[in-house]
Structures are given as C-alpha cells and as structure tokens.
C-alpha cells in the first residue's frame, strides 16, 4: 500500500507539472500595438502671373502645389495629379478661382479673385472688343503718298474682327464669313502676326481706329508701305 501510495503521489504530482507546462505552451500571443498615425490635412498653395490686375485678354498662369493631398480640383473641375497643377487662360472678366484639395476625410479650401481692367485699357481689348470697318488705303514711300483711295460701300460695309482665340474673321453685311486666318501680336504688341507665315503689321489703334502698315513693293517695283485705314463698327 505504501509502495502505491507513493506512485499515486509521484504520478499527480507529474500531472500538476505537466498541466502547468501545457497551460503555458498554450499561452494565446498579444498583438502587437498599431499605431495610427492621424490624418493630415492638406496645405494648398499658388502663385500668380503676372499679379495684381490683369490687362483685358492676357493669359494669366497658376502654379498650384498641394502637401498631405490625395485630389486636387480647380473651379470644381478634377485636376489629373493631387499635388501640383497649372492653369493658363486668358481672362476678359473679374474672375474668381477656387481650389480645393482633400486627402482623406480632411478637406482644405483656397480661393483667388482676379481682377481684369477694361479692354480699353489694353492692346488686345481695343483690337478684339468689337468688329472693325476697313474704310480707305493709302501707299508711301518715306513721306510722300503714292496712291490713296477709299473703298466703295459695298468693301466698307465688310467686317473685320479679331477674335481672341487667334483668328481674324472677315464677315459681309449679311453676316457671313466670307475669310479666316490667324493673328497674333508680337512680345512686345508693337506689331500684328498674320497668317500661318506671321506677316508683320505694324499698327496703331484706339476706340475708333485701327491703322495697320507693311512693307510691299509698288508697280515701279520699289519698295513701299502699305497702310490700311479701319473704323470701329458699332453693331
């Protein structure tokens, strides 16, 4: 009896280790701690050129950058990279830009009002307001006229406009466009570019004139200038 009682013991005790090894071996893991970084909200910035009131016509340019964004709209419309974008269009109104940028849920919001001045405060405006007659030409050649003549009404009563997407359009009295080319003005808008071979036009314009000068070879085939008399055409 002895002898079993000892083999009793000795076997629960190997039973209390064992378990206990078990138990331990069995131990379910701790996940490790995630940290979670907090959502960033986004930082939009732009420049402007040129700055301050923009000339009737010109092109303004925007540079936009954006950090801790995910998309970028302009004006509601959804730009192709979240981060950096630019706009270049020309402006004839007081026009307002708004910028949006959004990473996640945060959300930031910028916007830039831009000032035109008014078109007769411009080269582009006084060429490209408003419709022109071509009413008389005249030759010279230093400072003595060579020839002059005005057009009949049926040449007078012919539009001319300068559109300021780059063409020039010559329109009867009907309305119908009877001729297209493109136009353009140089760096320094002292000359006008036209057509696809950019023939130069020196000119000079106000609210009710245009005078456009090129060089051009008289039937005596010297050298001469060209210079085209227009008036502004009230429609």
Same mark, same amino acid.
Request: with cysteine.
């Given at each position: 009896?002895?002898?079993?009682? =000892?083999?009793?013991?000795?076997?629960?005790?190997?039973? +209390?280790?064992?378990?206990?090894?078990?138990?331990?071996?069995?131990? #379910?893991?701790?996940?490790?701690?995630?940290? #979670?970084?907090?959502?960033? =909200?986004?930082?939009?910035?732009?420049?402007?050129?040129?700055?301050?009131?923009?000339?009737?016509?010109?092109?303004?340019?925007?540079?936009?950058?954006?950090?801790?964004? !995910?998309?970028?709209? #302009?004006?509601?419309?959804?730009?192709?990279?979240?981060?950096?974008?630019?706009?270049?269009?020309?402006?004839?109104?007081?026009?307002?830009?708004?910028?949006?940028? !959004?990473?996640?849920?945060?959300?930031?919001?910028?916007?830039?009002?831009?000032?035109?001045?008014?078109?007769?405060?411009?080269?582009?405006?006084?060429?490209?307001?408003?419709?022109?007659?071509?009413?008389?030409?005249?030759?010279?050649?230093?400072?003595?006229?060579?020839?002059?003549?005005?057009?009949?009404?049926?040449?007078?009563?012919?539009?001319?406009?300068?559109?300021?997407?780059?063409?020039?359009?010559?329109?009867?009295?009907?309305?119908?466009?009877?001729?297209?080319?493109?136009?353009?003005?140089?760096?320094?808008? =002292?000359? +006008?570019?036209?057509?696809?071979? !950019?023939?130069?036009?020196?000119?000079?314009?106000?609210?009710?004139?245009?005078?456009?000068?090129?060089?051009?070879?008289?039937?005596?085939?010297?050298?001469?200038?060209?210079?085209?008399?227009?008036?502004?055409?009230?429609?």
């Amino acid at each position: 009896m002895l002898f079993l009682r =000892k083999n009793l013991i000795l076997i629960i005790g190997m039973m +209390i280790i064992l378990g206990t090894h078990l138990v331990s071996c069995c131990k #379910v893991p701790v996940p490790p701690v995630v940290v #979670v970084e907090p959502e960033l =909200k986004p930082v939009i910035e732009f420049t402007a050129t040129p700055s301050g009131v923009i000339p009737w016509g010109d092109t303004l340019e925007i540079n936009v950058k954006t950090i801790n964004s !995910k998309s970028l709209w #302009v004006n509601d419309q959804k730009q192709p990279s979240a981060l950096e974008s630019k706009i270049r269009t020309g402006l004839y109104n007081d026009t307002i830009f708004v910028f949006k940028a !959004k990473n996640i849920t945060l959300s930031s919001e910028k916007e830039l009002e831009v000032k035109v001045g008014h078109w007769t405060e411009s080269v582009s405006g006084l060429l490209s307001y408003h419709y022109w007659n071509r009413v008389s030409l005249r030759v010279w050649r230093g400072d003595t006229l060579l020839a002059h003549f005005d057009f009949n009404e049926d040449q007078k009563s012919n539009l001319y406009y300068f559109r300021p997407n780059g063409k020039i359009e010559r329109y009867n009295k009907d309305g119908k466009m009877l001729s297209s080319e493109w136009w353009s003005l140089d760096k320094d808008k =002292k000359n +006008i570019l036209l057509g696809v071979n !950019k023939e130069i036009f020196w000119f000079e314009v106000d609210e009710n004139s245009l005078t456009m000068r090129n060089e051009d070879t008289y039937p005596d085939g010297l050298p001469c200038v060209v210079e085209t008399i227009f008036t502004y055409c009230s429609l």
